[in-house]
């Protein structure tokens, strides 16, 4: 389907295109049809959803393909940044010099023996209706293969595990209620064994009723017989995905409405537990991916991309954003966290043009839940999930991480210890375990003299993302946080 190409109107008096008009029709025509369709199904399912809800999404998304390029151009541009190439998708994979500590290939996990799949477990309620899916991994797992923990990979074969990564809108486009309404219907398919068949999908020999009889189903197209232990859980989240992984865990274990799926064991590596901010001197200059960069140029680049963020938002025609290979997208997050934007952007509301309002609050005054950082969430939620469901849980971060700040993650494990707001649950270091990664002993560094252009050395910096390549047989913390996990997680006598 060809694409529609337009301006979008800078400000509110500014006359729209007949295009740009069509689309603005088209989504609120579109809304209407989807209220009408739902109406007395509230609660249902997505995957549940009537033919005229299905026939009206299926509408919505074929339109935004259509308006998505024209959309998204201005934005693209920023994001790539400070160069296309720099920002070039492939950045990563069997990098040059200085970065080709990241020499792994697309192949990877073919390589390590492990078969993939795809499915979709929702869609986000924005106005593209965009399939939100889940990446199925057969004893290995991935989200971005040249920043995937090595070790995290070969403990999954060892345990013969079923990993199931699922995507959520990103920001810039995304905000934390998108995220929280992914993660929630996320845990919903999971538990109660959600599928979008062929109603969705439009394969009419697709009679599946679950997504565990899909899955067993394509492994046997491949040869082999599956067997899944669906109450054997257990959660591992990094950086930001670690935000994510906390929200899973204390939505998951929420008293009214949580789906309490037993979540054996939990692992957080160097997470990103507190709303992103990195602060620099006046005048210092912001390292990123090596060269250093004046703040002023930061700040330009922060407020180039708040202004088109908000520009969308004033038409309602933001786009969802599911999969950003970094780098590109990276520099989105310096330019945020270095100017102070982050927390507002990621708590602004949909269709509001402003990021100076202050954030939704509940009925006792508290940030509202689908708004909060990993500290909040620990804090003011303690009353309301049942702590029962909170599995143990393990972290460890770097001492001198300058990204997300030890000092946040350890606010957050002394929460967790309250006796006031969680009793006993998290009373030691059997349930949980904080440590505190003071010196590698094997580091990969680029160097063009060595043998395959690296070498490994003993150090004492360890920043943020230092265990993609790391070995647990050389690491002692790696072989520590994973059989703490791993003695929790599966069959229990």
């Avoid at 509110?12 to 029709?25: C, G, I, M, T, V």
């Avoid at 929420?254 to 005048?283: C, N, S, V, W």
């Avoid at 265990?467 to 647990?472: A, G, Q, R, T």
Wanted: glycine share 6%; proline share 6%.
């Amino acid at each position: 389907m060809s694409s529609s190409k337009f301006n979008v109107p800078s400000g509110p008096n500014d006359a729209p295109s007949k295009e740009f008009q069509e689309l603005l029709d088209g989504n609120k025509e579109r809304n209407g049809e989807l209220a009408g369709a739902l109406a007395g199904s509230e609660g249902l399912p997505k995957w549940n959803y009537p033919p005229g809800a299905i026939k009206t999404i299926k509408k919505a998304r074929q339109e935004a393909s259509k308006y998505r390029d024209s959309l998204s151009a201005e934005l693209t541009k920023l994001l790539e940044w400070p160069t296309p190439e720099e920002a070039h998708a492939d950045f990563f994979y069997q990098a040059a010099p200085p970065n080709n500590v990241f020499n792994r290939n697309k192949n990877w996990f073919n390589e390590e023996k492990f078969h993939s799949f795809e499915t979709q477990y929702s869609f986000s309620d924005r106005w593209d209706k965009q399939p939100l899916t889940a990446a199925i991994y057969c004893t290995g797992a991935a989200d971005f293969i040249p920043w995937y923990s090595q070790t995290a990979v070969h403990r999954a074969r060892q345990k013969n595990a079923i990993i199931i990564a699922p995507n959520y809108p990103l920001g810039p486009e995304g905000n934390y209620v998108d995220i929280y309404e992914a993660i929630f219907d996320f845990l919903r398919w999971y538990k109660e064994d959600g599928y979008f068949g062929k109603d969705w999908t439009d394969k009419k020999d697709d009679e599946n009723k679950s997504w565990q009889e899909w899955l067993r189903g394509e492994v046997a197209k491949k040869g082999g017989k599956l067997a899944i232990a669906k109450d054997q859980v257990y959660v591992e989240g990094e950086s930001a995905g670690a935000h994510a992984a906390v929200t899973a865990m204390w939505l998951n274990a929420t008293i009214d409405g949580g789906m309490k799926i037993p979540i054996q064991a939990a692992l957080l590596r160097f997470p990103m537990i507190a709303h992103y901010k990195r602060k620099f001197k006046e005048g210092e200059d912001v390292p990123y991916m090596g060269p250093k960069y004046d703040q002023t140029i930061i700040k330009d680049q922060a407020e180039a991309v708040a202004k088109e963020i908000l520009k969308l938002e004033r038409w309602g025609v933001v786009p969802t954003c599911t999969g950003r290979p970094p780098p590109r997208g990276m520099a989105f997050a310096v330019f945020l966290s270095v100017t102070g934007k982050w927390q507002p952007s990621f708590q602004r509301q949909h269709g509001d043009p402003t990021l100076d309002k202050k954030p939704r609050v509940d009925d006792e005054g508290n940030i509202h839940e689908t708004l909060m950082d990993g500290i909040e969430r620990a804090e003011i939620c303690a009353n309301r999930v049942d702590a029962n469901f909170l599995p143990p849980i393990y972290i460890y971060h770097g001492h001198n991480d300058t990204n997300c700040p030890l000092t946040d993650t350890e606010k957050f494990v002394e929460t967790l210890q309250d006796h006031d707001l969680y009793g006993d649950r998290f009373k030691d270091e059997e349930t949980l375990c904080l440590n505190v990664v003071r010196e590698l002993n094997k580091k990969p560094v680029s160097d063009p003299d060595a043998a395959n252009r690296l070498k490994y050395v003993r150090t004492d910096e360890v920043r943020h993302g230092f265990d993609y390549y790391l070995n647990e047989n050389e690491e002692q913390f790696l072989k520590d946080a994973y059989d703490w996990v791993g003695s929790r997680w599966g069959p229990q006598e």
